[in-house]
């Protein structure tokens, strides 16, 4: 029974595993979008999002805090500079996990992991779902044609007329 047991190891040891979400942390702050499978992607929510709540206040000792999570200037600078600007007034909630279906080779769950604030120029890449459409028959696909057909003629008559008067 895992009573109590709130953390997921992942199969790995724990210094792999801080390793693996150090590097998923960086992977996201730089890029703002990663690809993983859904549990790597609940773990490194719990992982990252208290660093980002970090970084809304700029001092000495919180970006040593975050780096010696993340031990990457770039990410660091990256995150109090730009990240913590942006979700200066959210008061949570920084990331969002969106299931994109399952992995061909062993049918793991992927997902993506994405910073909320930036999705604005990445919303052209989210999945798509497939609509279902029925084929309409000829006879109304005739009938629709006709009617965007007589539309405009109707327009040029009156345009026509009031020409004439």
């Not at 989210?126 to 405009?152: D, G, I, M, N």
């Amino acid at each position: 029974m895992r009573h109590n047991k709130k953390i997921n190891h992942l199969g790995r040891t724990a210094s792999h595993r801080a390793a693996m979400l150090a590097n998923m942390a960086i992977s996201l702050i730089k890029h703002k979008r990663i690809t993983t499978t859904v549990e790597k992607a609940k773990a490194l929510k719990k992982y990252v999002e208290p660093l980002i709540t970090k970084s809304k206040n700029d001092t000495t000792n919180s970006r040593r805090v975050v780096f010696s999570y993340l031990q990457d200037k770039f990410a660091v600078t990256e995150l109090f500079k730009e990240i913590s600007v942006k979700i200066a007034d959210r008061p949570g909630g920084y990331t969002r996990i969106i299931k994109t279906g399952h992995r061909l080779g062993d049918n793991a769950a992927m997902c993506f992991i994405e910073l909320v604030d930036y999705d604005e120029n990445m919303a052209k890449d989210t999945v798509k779902k497939s609509t279902r459409t029925r084929r309409r028959s000829k006879k109304a696909v005739a009938e629709a044609t006709e009617a965007v057909v007589e539309a405009p003629k109707a327009e040029e008559v009156a345009a026509e007329e009031k020409k004439a008067e």
